[in-house]
């Protein structure tokens, strides 16, 4: 790592350009890397029940606001580093392109990088469970599907989750 740069590049993406559904989230993990796959470790198979439980199938269009595994938290906290603004400028023009060739209908902002990115600076209390339009795209924040993340723990919040996906249910029911 080299100014908040990685020296060698790995990007990590998956779908179909048909996809009317995308997931974006902060940036790959460190078992997608062996895997080459987005959302492939713990976080992703509780992203995975998460849209079973919106009859959201098969796998939608994922990415990450950046592409690349940015390594570990410092210090050995959980889960993984948060890229930096450097990194997240360096990737907005694929992630532009994305969006751009695949058109969803429907954007899952997975976390808070993903969240702030696209709705802005909010808690994610205010957030979660609700939705909104940026053009054509209808925008639907959810909390990070991660074990590292603790926001779950709270009864309020996984109530708030389960709104969230009562709204993408409706949303991508519409789709059909």
């Known amino acids: ?3 908040g740069h990685l020296k060698r590049a790995f990007p990590i993406i998956d779908g179909r350009i048909t996809d009317r559904i995308m997931v974006i989230g902060q940036a790959p993990g460190e078992i997608e890397l062996t895997t080459g796959l987005p959302f492939s470790g ?8 998460w849209l079973a439980v919106a009859r959201v199938s098969p796998l939608p269009y994922r990415t990450s606001v950046t592409k690349c595994f940015p390594g570990k938290a410092p210090g050995g906290g959980a889960g993984d580093r948060r890229p930096s603004p ?4 360096l990737c907005a023009s694929w992630l532009q392109a994305e969006l751009a060739i695949v058109r969803p209908r429907i954007v899952l902002l997975i976390g808070g990088l993903a969240i702030s990115r696209f709705w802005g600076k909010g808690a994610l209390a205010q957030i979660v469970g609700s939705s909104r339009l940026d053009g054509e795209r209808l925008l639907i924040p959810l909390p990070h599907p991660s ?6 723990n709270d009864l309020s919040h996984r109530l708030l989750l389960a709104r969230a996906l009562r709204v ?3 949303a991508a029911a519409a789709l059909d």
């Open 147 to 152: 074990g590292a993340s603790r926001w779950l």
């Open 42 to 49: 713990r976080a992703g198979a509780e992203l995975r029940r």
């Open 86 to 89: 450097g990194e997240v400028a």
């Open 168 to 170: 993408l249910r409706k």
């Open 1 to 3: 790592m080299a100014a």
